[in-house]
C-alpha cells in the first residue's frame, strides 16, 4: 500500500518562513473547496453566465464570481497577505495589513469551458509585500523573477495542485478527505517535443516569425524541425500548460492583429508570471515577444504578453524565428 506524503508535511521541510506556508495552505484549502463547487456544476446551480463584464471585458460566468469571493475573503483572513488583486477585479485589494506578501490570481482560468465540462483551473502568484506601508498597485508591478511562491489548481480528471516555492515543482493530488497528498515529486519538462499547443483559427492574423514556426511545425519531417507534430488546444490554460508539465509540448498564444494595440490574450501578473516560474522551475522556457517572460517589468496590473512555453528546445526555436524578423 503506497503512502503519501501530504501539502502540510511536505510544506514544513520546505525551506519557506511560516507565514508563507499559511499563504500556501490557505490557497490550497480555497482550491480544494472550489473544486467541490466546480465538481457540483449544474446541481448547485452555479454554471452559466453572471450577466456581468469583467475588467477585461469578458462576460463573467458565474463561477468567476463565486470562487474569486471565495479566494477573496479566504486571503483577506490570512494574517500574512497585505493585499490582493484578481482577474476578475479591477483594483487591488488592501486587506489593511502592512508586510508579508501579495496575492494576484485568475480564480477560474478557462471558465469558458465551464459550461461544457472541461478541465478549468485557478492560478496563483504570491510576491513580498513592501515593509512600512499599505500596498497600493505599484507595489504589485514586480518582476515575475521577484515571486516567493506561484502555482495553480486544476479540476480535471484529478484536482492537482502543482506548486514551487524556493525550488522545483512538485504536484499534490487532492484526495476524497480533502487532502492535497504528494503524487508528482521534482517535475521536470523534456527539452524536446513534438507536440504543439495554439489556437490555429487566428493562424492568418499572427505575425510572422509565429507563422514560419508553425509552419515549419505542420511540414512535419520534411520541414526545419525534422519531425512530425501533433496538436493540442484545451483553451483552457491550465490544462495546456499542466500537459505540458507531465509530457513536454509548447504552448503559445501570441500577438494577433485582431487587437493589435493589445500584446497577446493572456495576463501577465497572474497568467503568465506563475506559469512561467513553473516551467523555468521545471527546466523549460518561457518567452514573450523574444525575451523571457520572467524579466518583463510590468507597468500596468493587467497588463497582456504574448506568450510561448515548454519544452526548452522548441520555445528557443520560435525566439530564433522572432529574432529572425
Ligand atoms: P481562445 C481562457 O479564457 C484563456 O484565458 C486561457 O486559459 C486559454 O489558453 C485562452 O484564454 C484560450 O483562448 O482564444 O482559444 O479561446
Redesign the pocket.
Known amino acids: 500500500m503506497t503512502t503519501f506524503v501530504d501539502l502540510t508535511a511536505w510544506l514544513a521541510a520546505e525551506p519557506a518562513d511560516a507565514a508563507l506556508t499559511d499563504v500556501v495552505q490557505t490557497i490550497a484549502a480555497t482550491c480544494a473547496r472550489i473544486s467541490r463547487v466546480v465538481a457540483s456544476g449544474a446541481l448547485s446551480g452555479s454554471l452559466g453566465a453572471a450577466g456581468s463584464i469583467n475588467v477585461q471585458d469578458e462576460e463573467q460566468k458565474k463561477l468567476d464570481v463565486i470562487t474569486n469571493d471565495m479566494l477573496s475573503e479566504a486571503l483577506k483572513a490570512c494574517g500574512p497577505v497585505a493585499g490582493l488583486a484578481s482577474e476578475e477585479m479591477e483594483e487591488v485589494e488592501p486587506t489593511g495589513r502592512v508586510g508579508g506578501y501579495l496575492v494576484t490570481f485568475d480564480p477560474l482560468?478557462?471558465?469558458?469551458n465551464i459550461d461544457v465540462n472541461v478541465s478549468v483551473g485557478t492560478i496563483f502568484s504570491v510576491l513580498p509585500a513592501p515593509a512600512g506601508h499599505a500596498p497600493v498597485e505599484a507595489d504589485f508591478l514586480r518582476q515575475g523573477r521577484d515571486q516567493v511562491a506561484a502555482g495553480y489548481a486544476v479540476y480535471g480528471p484529478q484536482t492537482m495542485l502543482v506548486l514551487t516555492l524556493a525550488s522545483g515543482v512538485n504536484g499534490f493530488t487532492l484526495d476524497a478527505e480533502g487532502r492535497w497528498l504528494l503524487t508528482h515529486r521534482a517535475i521536470a519538462i523534456k527539452a524536446d517535443t513534438a507536440e504543439f499547443a495554439i489556437?490555429m483559427s487566428n493562424q492568418r492574423h499572427w505575425a510572422e516569425p509565429v507563422r514560419r514556426y508553425i509552419d515549419g511545425c505542420l511540414r512535419g519531417k520534411d520541414g526545419p524541425r525534422g519531425k512530425n507534430f501533433n496538436m493540442r488546444?484545451v483553451?483552457?490554460?491550465?490544462a495546456?500548460v499542466h500537459r505540458i508539465l507531465m509530457r513536454g509540448g509548447i504552448f503559445m498564444?501570441p500577438w494577433d492583429a485582431r487587437e493589435p494595440d493589445k500584446p497577446g490574450?493572456?495576463r501577465l501578473m497572474y497568467?503568465a508570471n506563475p506559469m512561467s516560474l513553473l516551467v523555468e522551475r521545471a527546466g523549460g522556457k518561457a518567452i514573450g515577444d523574444g525575451g523571457d517572460i520572467l524579466d518583463v517589468q510590468p507597468t500596468r496590473l493587467h497588463q497582456r504578453v504574448p506568450v510561448a512555453l515548454g519544452s526548452a528546445n522548441e520555445v528557443e526555436a520560435v525566439r530564433a524565428e522572432m529574432r529572425a524578423g
Do not use: R
Open positions: 482560468d478557462g471558465s469558458s489556437n488546444w483553451a483552457s490554460m491550465v495546456d498564444y490574450k493572456l497568467e
